[in-house]
């Protein structure tokens, strides 16, 4: 199938500064691609999905102006977090959807803000 | 807003036992639909999809999901589990003609196989 790659795979860092996650999907355009963010022992939860060269749409409660989605690119997305706080530690998981409408997922990104 | 259940949180089973996991979708018009498993440590992996046609698809690794529309159900099941199956698994439905692409999953079903 598919790969998608999210870079970092982990991060630590102090309350109050931003995080950038870098998500890339390897062998294959991607026009449309979507974070989620896993709770311990939960579901994927939809964040935004993110569209090239167009703003994101965020699902309802997520701060836009907190988590900055840039598409720049049909193979990069990146997730912004920030002034992280501990609150936001969580595993933050992209994927990328194929033009035959499967989602590929990356690894996931382990967030831990201190 | 559509939604998906997965009825069962966890369940374990010994090796060779059948396996049938339940997933019920609420949304009234056509649906795609998937199931993913993740293994421990590793990220989501599409086990299989179904799109259109046979109701009975066929996944990787001896899985299978049959899809009835009457009871917006997909459950997935697998004849004889291996130890190797220990995972969560996590239906998913995206709905056609809403506009997007988002899928909406259950909470998953953790399988753990005793060897």
């Known amino acids: 199938g598919a790969v998608v790659s999210q870079h970092p795979s982990r991060v630590i860092c102090k309350s109050g500064t931003s995080v950038k996650i870098e998500c890339r999907s390897l062998d294959f355009q991607a026009t449309t691609m979507f974070w989620y963010r896993q709770f311990p022992k939960q579901s994927l939860m939809l964040m935004a999905t993110?569209?090239?060269?167009?703003?994101?749409?965020?699902e309802q409660g997520v701060e836009k102006d907190k988590f900055l989605i840039n598409h720049a690119s049909l193979t990069l997305s990146t997730l912004t977090v920030t002034s992280a706080h501990p609150e936001d530690s969580s595993f933050y998981i992209c994927?990328?959807?194929?033009?035959?409408?499967?989602?590929?997922f990356g690894p996931g990104t382990r967030l831990t803000v201190t | 807003a559509q939604s998906v259940s997965q009825h069962n949180h966890h369940v374990i089973l010994s090796e060779a036992a059948s396996l049938e996991l339940g997933c019920n979708y609420s949304y009234g018009g056509t649906v795609n639909l998937f199931w993913y498993v993740q293994y421990p440590g590793q990220h989501l992996q599409l086990l299989l999809k179904y799109f259109s046609g046979d109701p009975l698809v066929k996944g990787i690794k001896g899985f299978e999901a049959e899809f009835i529309k009457s009871k917006f159900s997909f459950n997935l099941r697998k004849p004889s589990v291996q130890w190797s199956d220990t995972a969560e698994y996590f239906c998913?439905?995206?709905?056609?003609?809403?506009?997007?692409?988002?899928?909406?999953f259950g909470k998953g079903t953790k399988l753990s196989v005793i060897p």
């Open positions: 994927s990328a959807r194929t033009q035959s409408y499967e989602q590929y």
């Open positions: 998913a439905v995206n709905p056609i003609g809403a506009g997007s692409y988002q899928l909406t």
């Open positions: 993110s569209n090239e060269g167009s703003k994101a749409t965020y």
